[in-house]
């Protein structure tokens, strides 16, 4: 039985309550509440305030001071600012913006009004990947209705702060979450990161200051301004305010969208929520930050989750995707895997990233195919390091994190492909070897009729053999053999 | 609907919907049903699951108040089905196919019997 009380829901305080294409729903949970109360009893400055005692840090992955943030932003001087809602959610296996924005799509809409009024915008966009499309029809029921009630528009709640809200859509690439890329591809440039400073709080949409938060930080906002920073701030651990959600995926029971207050350890998210590893197999790792973070090993377990403890660990909180590994899980190949993904998204703008990552997936290959070297090792860390120190973006210089992390926790593995020429995990085809003991093998020939290339031979009643210079590791050998004559090393 | 003209209305507009909504103490006799719809619902089948709910409901007799809502974060278990009997706690059901959902109706709301798939809540809201 899994402990049923560990969560707190905050952002997801809506999801699954409220029929999120009815603002009627969401009034009747004290929607758009916080926005009057920040309207009419507190000014610009108090309800910063109120947003930085609170502690709330960005829910995108930097972890930013929110309340921060939008003093900067307010403190800027020009004719015309922006809000920006980064809901350009890229890392594989995080959905956690998305269900926000389909369960819950007014607690955005109301916390961008109010961080509106804060820095002095009246114009919001939400920057949506448009591969939601469930996501993008919900919010664009959600900003007709509260137009209609005149939550959106001019003069709201005849205060006469005027804020209105529009969607950009995003092609899908993971480069634009980052906020300089996020504001290029608005502009309707290409999606290319630019050098920060300048900060979009300075000079960002249109040249303008912008504020970009995501779009679980918005969902928390309406909760601190409801229930007051002192309620929030009790939440979580010293530096790490509230709660976090995570996707939960990978090898765990429960797959699933948790939100848990910071400080959380791994092994109550793993066990105690997630009900523990498929068929009950042995807890290997758990990756969180996407291509940008790294593995924790299990003895990380009892390490209570926060930004600042992920990142002394080699990771990273990210967006909040978090996939559980077993011990079936090749360390060399989820390195691989996450720098593919990199690969494909990066830019190309600079060299470090662009070259830098097609070398380091080079070495990587080379290694799970069983030809690489201890110095290749060597090689995967000082061009890590180049890649990280030299790159443009975030997305360059966390991409090779991945490899640095398994390197770290798993140096054995990658020992074990280089030197014994095996992977541990059994993940890793060409590291495999198919051999016939002779002593079982009764000539039956069924090995020979079924393998594919025709790597095996033998007479009918005499031992076969496998010609290890043809064989392509199928296993289809191994599956069929009636007599457990072969064996797989 | 007319727009809200200040922060009052809103608080007359929030008390009005509340108590037609009748969150946590339904009324007599409706028997409140959620299917969650987000993605992942649906991609499980929740839009056919929600069909039937609705024509069988009918089909009873039942008076229900049937609705889709958000992700409740079980996707393990979709689709998810959350029903409140009248002066009752809300109970989630998961893994609901149609089977599932005719025993939901026939077992649960008008037997009131246990069934089967029904999932613990595990989180505390922002009011506990």
Redesign the interface.
């Known amino acids: 039985m899994t402990d049923t009380k560990k969560q707190i829901r905050i952002a997801l305080r809506n999801c699954g309550l409220i029929d999120p294409e009815q603002i009627e729903d969401y009034i009747a949970q004290d929607g758009y509440f916080a926005l009057g109360k920040c309207l009419t009893e507190y000014t610009q400055d108090q309800t910063i305030a109120e947003i930085k005692e609170s502690g709330l840090r960005g829910r995108g992955g930097g972890g930013f001071p929110t309340g921060l943030k939008w003093e900067i932003t307010k403190n800027v001087e020009a004719d015309q600012k922006f809000v920006v809602c980064n809901a350009d959610e890229g890392d594989p296996g995080a959905f956690m913006d998305r269900s926000i924005l389909e369960g819950d799509p007014h607690s955005v809409l109301e916390a961008m009004a109010i961080c509106g009024y804060c820095i002095g915008a009246d114009k919001g966009l939400i920057y949506i990947r448009a591969e939601y499309p469930l996501a993008i029809e919900r919010l664009k029921i959600a900003i007709k209705q509260a137009r209609e009630f005149g939550l959106l528009g001019n003069d709201i709640l005849g205060t006469g702060f005027n804020f209105d809200i529009e969607l950009r859509y995003g092609a899908g690439a993971f480069v634009c979450g980052e906020e300089t890329a996020l504001i290029h591809s608005m502009e309707g440039l290409r999606g290319e990161p630019t050098f920060k400073p300048p900060f979009p709080s300075v000079s960002g949409y249109m040249g303008k200051p912008t504020n970009v938060n995501n779009v679980e930080t918005f969902a928390s906002v309406p909760v601190i301004i409801n229930k007051g920073a002192g309620w929030f701030n009790k939440i979580g651990t010293e530096k790490s305010k509230g709660t976090k959600v995570f996707a939960l995926a990978g090898k765990i029971n429960n797959v699933g969208l948790v939100e848990v207050p910071m400080g959380t350890t791994l092994r109550e998210v793993v066990y105690d929520i997630g009900g523990g590893i498929v068929n009950g197999k042995e807890f290997k790792s758990v990756q969180t930050g996407g291509p940008s973070g790294g593995c924790l090993t299990k003895d990380f377990l009892d390490t209570p989750i926060d930004y600042d403890n992920l990142v002394a660990a080699g990771s990273m909180m990210g967006s909040g995707g978090m996939i559980v590994m077993d011990e079936d899980d090749c360390m060399v190949s989820i390195a691989k895997f996450y720098l593919e993904f990199t690969l494909e998204e990066s830019c190309g703008k600079c060299t470090p990233c662009r070259i830098g990552n097609k070398r380091l997936h080079e070495i990587l290959e080379k290694i799970t195919e069983g030809n690489g070297t201890e110095e290749d090792i060597d090689r995967l860390k000082v061009l890590s390091n180049v890649i990280k120190d030299t790159s443009l973006c975030g997305l360059g210089q966390s991409s090779p994190n991945p490899v640095l992390s398994t390197i770290a926790n798993f140096e054995d593995e990658y020992l074990a492909h280089v030197k014994d020429g095996k992977c541990p995990a059994g993940q890793c085809k060409s590291l495999l070897r198919y051999d016939i003991i002779e002593d079982l093998c009764t000539g039956c020939t069924l090995c020979f009729r079924n393998c594919p290339v025709g790597a095996i031979t033998g007479e009918r009643r005499a031992p076969h053999f496998i010609d290890q210079s043809l064989c392509i590791k199928c296993g289809v050998c191994f599956e069929k053999c009636k007599f457990d004559a072969i064996t797989l090393t | ?1 007319s ?5 009052t ?3 007359n ?2 008390s009005e ?2 108590k ?2 009748i ?1 946590g103490t339904p009324a007599e006799s409706l028997v409140q049903i ?1 299917v ?1 719809m ?3 619902g ?1 991609a499980s089948g929740a839009k056919e699951i929600k069909k039937f709910l609705i024509e069988e409901c009918e089909h009873q007799a039942i008076d229900a108040e049937i ?10 278990a979709e689709p ?1 089905v ?1 029903v409140q009997l009248p002066d009752s706690e809300p109970v989630v059901f998961g893994y609901v196919d149609k089977k599932r959902a005719k025993s939901i109706i026939e077992n649960y709301i008008i037997q009131g019997e246990e069934i089967e798939g029904e999932i ?7 009011n ?1």
């Open positions: 609907m727009k809200v003209k200040s922060f209305d809103l608080k507009l929030k919907y509340h037609k909504q969150f959620k969650g987000a993605t992942c649906i609705k889709q809502t958000g992700c409740l974060g079980y996707c393990y998810m959350e613990p809540i595990s989180f505390k809201t922002i506990d």
